[in-house]
């Protein structure tokens, strides 16, 4: 394909479109930059797409997932190990990729994490408590993330100020409150709208759980409670507890998204901001100094090559695809997991989960009653909250129940084992079981190990013939120990909630798989760190070999918390924006000595 057109240069371009992406365009545009983003998916908003007078289409938005990218337009390979030979995925799995601008933030859940204060310093804290030995265990390869939790509360602050985020606080200041999680690290203030209601499933656990010493808390989440304005001047309304959130828009303007928080601030009548959609990015082009990058190469709608120069460029691309065009581009050493040397497709890792299905016979749980992100969890088994010293692994889960969605297509296959597939019987179970389901999910850490990581495929390609992803990937023997241990833990709380049947699952107990559908936060390939030779990028994420290049998503992130992913991702894009528009605009180059 031949290069068709150049578009004017712009100070900065955003390579994708999705939370990462919208936060850094508004704090650029607002501090006066001209941006440009680029997305591969069409537009998308709230109205017409999902609006609240359109009925919430289960079998449109959960069981076709059309609101992801479908694998034939874009997917990966997989392997577990390195002689194996790694075969494209066909089905979404792992990889649920946004469709559309936005990305997977229209459709998210709204889970709204920050990870432990141990997170960010695994390593160094486990040689501390445990010994060098539990750090490097010949497979594992932990390293820290060259900032602390301290240093990002204020942008993981900002993030939720932007969300609106519903909760209750643990730890204010360091003074521990008993309501909220009292194992969360310091917050500065309150979450920005209270916490939301306790639905039956979280009753029971709570009692449970504080019967067994434990120390529950109700999971802080992007639906708000209470009609909000964020700084941006955005308005958002109260959650209905309407139970299709998950997989699905929000016609009501209640959960946070790009769309309902970001655009509305960015897009009206902005001239610093343009937004150019159906534009796939194929590679960072780089100086002749082979140091800094002069925009990037796309293709358009019409399938014409586009150059976009640009003096910053930002990959917001999400965590797979900022590593793909890292590679594709030439930008810093690719990883050998030989040698454990080179920083791109290093310390690809998942998360480890297991967890108790159960049923009870008297309780109603109402499932159809719910919120995205409502549930309550328990964090004495997470990060290092627990004593390790006589167990084989290091890290834990957060054990959580749901209090979120009772869809009915998708609740047909939550069924006691051995309940007949079809029939009188199933008919039966399901009217029975389809009030009084619950779960028991354990949503674990995940260690990055040596031979965990991503490179480009030597086979396979996509639609404009340049190589998949491929990942190498299998888990931790510290994960699969802790998965059980924490999984034991499950069946414990399950059987004192009163559950008359109990199918304990975890999914690390066999190879690791694309098709698992535990979740899809992929971490890795592109780490923060203090060191060049481990790590892509800095504490700003800014790459340490281009220094125009800002990696940022969970691609970042050089080992897996026991949370959801995008309260850090937004803190961290939030965080890198303020390095450009503040040190780097000022004088461009590196902002930290590696
Ligand atoms: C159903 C579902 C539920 C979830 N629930 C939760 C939850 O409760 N809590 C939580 O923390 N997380 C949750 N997540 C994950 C969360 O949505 C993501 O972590 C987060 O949205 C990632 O944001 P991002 O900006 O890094 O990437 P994305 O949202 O994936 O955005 C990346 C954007 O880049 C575009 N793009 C990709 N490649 C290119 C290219 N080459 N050129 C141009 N554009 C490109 C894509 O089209 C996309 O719009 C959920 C995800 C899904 C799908
Ligand atoms: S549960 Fe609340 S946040 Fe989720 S889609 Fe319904 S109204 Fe929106």
């Known amino acids: 394909m031949t290069t068709r057109r150049t578009n004017p240069k712009v100070d900065a371009v955003i390579v994708g479109f999705g939370w990462a992406g919208s936060l850094m365009a508004a704090e650029l545009s607002r501090a006066n930059m001209n941006v440009v983003a680029i997305d591969r998916g069409p537009w998308r908003d709230t109205f017409p797409d999902t609006p609240l007078t359109a009925d919430p289409d289960e079998l449109r938005w959960k069981t076709r997932r059309e609101l992801l990218a479908p694998p034939h337009d874009t997917t990966l390979t997989m392997r577990n190990t390195l002689d194996q030979t790694a075969v494209p995925q066909r089905d979404f799995g792992i990889s649920e990729l946004g469709g559309g601008v936005g990305g997977q933030g229209f459709q998210w859940a709204g889970m709204a994490w920050r990870f432990n204060p141990w997170d960010f310093r695994v390593r160094s804290e486990t040689i501390q408590r445990y010994g060098m030995a539990r750090a490097e265990d010949g497979e594992l390869q ?7 939790y301290a240093e990002l509360e204020p942008d993981y602050d900002r993030w939720e100020q932007i969300a609106g985020v519903a909760g209750q606080a643990g730890n204010l200041r360091g003074k521990l409150t008993s309501r909220g999680n009292p194992f969360e690290g ?6 920005p709208t209270p916490k939301l209601k306790t639905l039956r499933m979280m009753e029971i656990f709570n009692k449970a759980t504080s019967e067994m010493g434990l120390h529950p808390f109700t999971i802080p989440c992007a639906n708000v409670s209470q009609a909000y304005v964020n700084p941006l001047g955005v308005t958002m309304a109260p959650c209905t507890y309407c139970g299709f959130c998950s ?7 209640s959960k946070a998204s790009p769309q309902t928080c970001v655009f509305p601030a960015l897009l009206n009548n902005n001239p610093n901001f343009r937004l150019i959609t159906n534009a796939c990015v194929t590679r960072v082009n780089k100086a002749a100094d082979g140091k800094s990058v002069t925009g990037v190469t796309y293709i358009d709608q019409n399938g014409s090559e586009v150059l976009q120069p640009a003096d910053i460029i930002c990959l917001t691309a999400f965590q797979m695809e900022n590593v793909r065009l890292m590679l594709l581009s030439g930008i810093s050493k690719p990883y050998d997991p030989l040698t454990s040397e080179g920083v791109v497709g290093r310390n690809f890792s998942f998360q480890t989960v297991s967890g108790a299905d159960l049923w009870f016979e008297e309780d109603h749980i109402n499932p159809f009653i719910g919120a995205g992100g409502l549930g309550s969890q328990i964090d004495d088994y997470n990060s290092d909250n627990f004593d390790h010293s006589s167990l084989d692994f290091i890290g834990g889960a957060g054990i959580l129940t749901l209090s979120r969605d009772g869809t009915p297509i998708a609740n047909a296959n ?3 084992p051995g309940t007949p597939r079809w029939g009188s019987g199933f008919k039966r179970a399901y009217s029975n079981y389809y009030q009084n389901y619950g779960v028991l999910f354990n949503q674990g850490t995940s260690m990055p190990i040596k031979r965990g990581y991503l490179d480009l495929d030597p086979t396979y390609k996509d639609p404009f013939g340049l190589p998949l992803l491929r990942l190498t990937y299998d888990y931790a023997r510290n994960d699969r120990a802790m998965a059980t241990f924490t999984m034991n833990r ?5 059987k004192r909630m009163g559950a008359s049947q109990i199918s304990a699952f975890n999914f690390a107990e066999k190879p690791f798989t694309t098709a698992i559908g535990a979740s899809n936060h992929t971490i890795g390939g592109a780490v923060m ?5 481990s790590s892509a990028v800095n504490s700003h994420l800014q790459s340490w070999d281009c220094h125009n290049v800002f990696v940022v998503g969970a691609s970042a992130f050089p080992n897996n918390g026991g949370y959801n992913p995008t309260g850090t991702v937004g803190a ?3 965080r890198a924006a303020r390095a450009i528009c503040g040190n780097y605009a000022r004088k461009p180059g590196a902002l930290q000595k590696g």
Not at 142 to 148: A, E, N, P, S, Y
Not at 490 to 494: C, D, L, N, S, T
Not at 529 to 533: E, K, S, V
């Open 490 to 494: 499950a069946i414990q709380i399950g």
């Open 414 to 416: 939550k069924l006691p």
């Open 186 to 191: 310091p917050r500065s203030r309150e979450y």
């Open 529 to 533: 760190g203090a060191d060049p030779t």
């Open 247 to 253: 997989s699905y828009g929000c016609g009501n303007y």
């Open 142 to 148: 932990l390293q820290d993330w060259g900032i602390t």
């Open 572 to 574: 961290l894009a939030l």
